[in-house]
């Protein structure tokens, strides 16, 4: 049932199309399209563990802020590449902060684990969404590689061996 000012919908598309979406609808206009270039709005959120996150604890970084969900095939096809970027570039200042769409918080704590994921998730659906919907968060895997000092978007949607190279560029 629609609730008058939102609804969601999530549905996966067959492995074939290796393609997910995530369709977000809100009466009220997106606060961001983020857009390259554009200084990303303050988000506070609270992590998987309880522990309350926001854009602020990244200062002087360079942040990942990855939106994705372990039932999405091309989220899974891109862990290893966000594993590696992050394993390459911590020493050198850059932090990743996953965004999960999940709907099973256990599936998401298991997944991250068999998969040395281990910087700091977020369980959207504890929001309801909230951080997805901010954002303007249409399909995944999605994501904005954010200068920490500035909060400016430094690029969107990274993948595969781009994401590194992006990585690599804004830490040095």
Known sequence: MRTA???????????????CVVTLRNTVQAE???????????????????????LADYKGKVLLLDFWATWC??????VPHVVSAY???????????????????AALADYTKKNG???RQVYD???NYALAKKYNVEGIPSCYLIDGSTGKILAK?????????????AVE
């Open 32 to 54: 961001t399209t983020g857009k390259v270039g554009q200084t990303l709005p303050a988000f506070s959120a609270t992590d998987v563990n309880g522990k309350k996150v926001s």
């Open 125 to 127: 659906k504890d929001s």
């Open 157 to 169: 949607d990274l993948r595969g061996d781009a994401l590194g190279a992006a990585v690599k560029k």
């Open 87 to 105: 394993k390459t570039y911590r020493s050198k200042g850059f932090e990743v902060l996953g965004v999960s769409l999940d709907r099973d918080k």
């Open 5 to 19: 000012n939102r609804w969601l919908s999530v549905a996966a598309v067959g492995a074939a199309a290796l393609l």
């Open 73 to 78: 095939v091309p989220c899974r096809g891109e």
């Open 117 to 119: 994921m281990t910087w």
